[in-house]
């Protein structure tokens, strides 16, 4: 009984991906019909293009569901520094820089 279940199951598979490579052809060469005429909507041709490519990655799954059910997991990357390099601060502008014992205008009320 479980194996005639799990050849069912494969069949169904194998139909559900052949439909989906049949989808997939057909709006290749809508596209491409798409691009040959002169001022086509290039809204519409990205939106196959998304289509298409949902179709592909759902083909892709099909074809190898071990990947499929694997989670997909990031890996943690540390950026390296090319050198090590010694931030120095910027020198002083001179004439932004008072003077020791130079008087300021700041603050005193004008006559």
């Known amino acids: 009984m479980a194996e005639e279940t799990?050849?069912?199951?494969?069949?169904?598979?194998?139909n559900h991906l052949a439909e989906q490579i049949r989808?997939?052809?057909a709006l290749d060469?809508?596209?491409r019909l798409l691009q040959m005429c002169p001022g086509?909507?290039?809204l519409e041709v990205a939106v196959l293009k998304k289509k298409?490519?949902?179709?592909?990655?759902n083909i892709g799954r099909l074809m190898n569901?071990?990947?499929?059910?694997?989670?997909?997991?990031?890996?943690?990357t540390t950026k390296k520094s090319k050198k090590n390099k010694k931030v120095q601060a910027p020198a002083p502008v001179a004439h932004l820089v008072p003077a020791p014992n130079a008087q300021s205008d700041f603050g005193k009320k004008a006559a």
């Open 6 to 14: 799990g050849r069912r199951t494969h069949v169904c598979i194998k």
């Open 23 to 25: 989808q997939h052809e």
């Open 29 to 31: 060469a809508s596209i």
């Open 40 to 42: 086509h909507d290039s």
């Open 52 to 57: 298409k490519l949902l179709l592909k990655e």
């Open 65 to 76: 569901p071990a990947r499929a059910t694997a989670p997909k997991v990031k890996k943690a």
